[in-house]
T-cell receptor, first 112, second 114 residues
């Protein structure tokens, strides 16, 4: 069974402070991990995926298979980063398709 | 339209009423997913279509939930005899291919059962 854990419901920081949103996962195979973001009154959208090794809006995330973690980091938070962040894991089914398992989400609040 | 479209955006149903939620995926997308998101929770998988074939319905919580995609494009999620615990946001998502690794979400249908 696959599971994604986001231990923090709310993370509140001041503008310019570093941010780390934690994500741990449980999966028997080789996982593909994602971070999704939902800004106020907007739809859920992909922020980044581990296979791309990219930095989006200053955010990065490194897959640590030893610790089964995929924490999201940003060195200097901005007010516009305030949103709901979901960590998700993609697991392949026998029929060749994959579905996403989401964590419960962490609300990031960046204050001026 | 350019994105996944869902209707209605908001639905208030009386307990015991049947509801139907519609999803228009991005044109040409093979994969279509339905997720349920209860208040304070992350989205939870309900069912998956590849074109018109429903390949996975393991997440449907009860036999009151039924989904279809008869022509491989528009999909409908039907909930019969709604209960209060069905209150949630129902998200539809589509993907160009089978992997589902680049999926696009709709804005969701907010269902409140009173």
């Amino acid at each position: 069974a696959q599971r994604v854990t986001q231990p923090e419901k709310l993370l509140s920081v001041f503008k310019g402070a570093p941010v780390e949103l934690k994500c741990n996962y449980s999966y028997s195979g080789s996982p593909e991990l994602f971070w999704y973001v939902q800004y106020s009154r907007q739809r859920l959208q992909l922020l980044l995926r581990h296979i791309s090794r990219e930095s989006i809006k200053g955010f990065t995330a490194d897959l640590n298979k030893g610790e089964t973690s995929f924490h999201l980091k940003k060195p200097f938070a901005q007010e516009e980063d305030s949103a709901m962040y979901y960590c998700a894991l993609s697991g392949y089914m026998n029929s060749g398709y994959s579905t996403l398992t989401f964590g419960k989400g962490t609300m990031l609040l960046v204050s001026p | 339209g350019a994105g996944v479209s869902q209707s209605p955006r908001y639905k208030v149903a009386k307990r015991g009423q049947d509801v139907a939620l519609r999803c228009d995926p991005i044109s040409g997308h093979v994969s279509l997913f339905w997720y349920q998101q209860a208040l304070g929770q992350g989205p939870e998988f309900l069912t998956y279509f590849q074109n018109e074939a429903q390949l996975d319905k393991s997440g449907l919580p009860s036999d009151r939930f039924f989904a279809e995609r008869p022509e491989g494009s528009v999909s409908t999620l039907k909930i019969q005899r709604t209960q209060q615990e069905d209150s949630a946001v129902y998200l539809c998502a589509s993907s160009l291919d089978r992997t589902g690794n680049t999926i696009y979400f709709g804005e969701g249908s907010w269902l409140t059962v009173v």
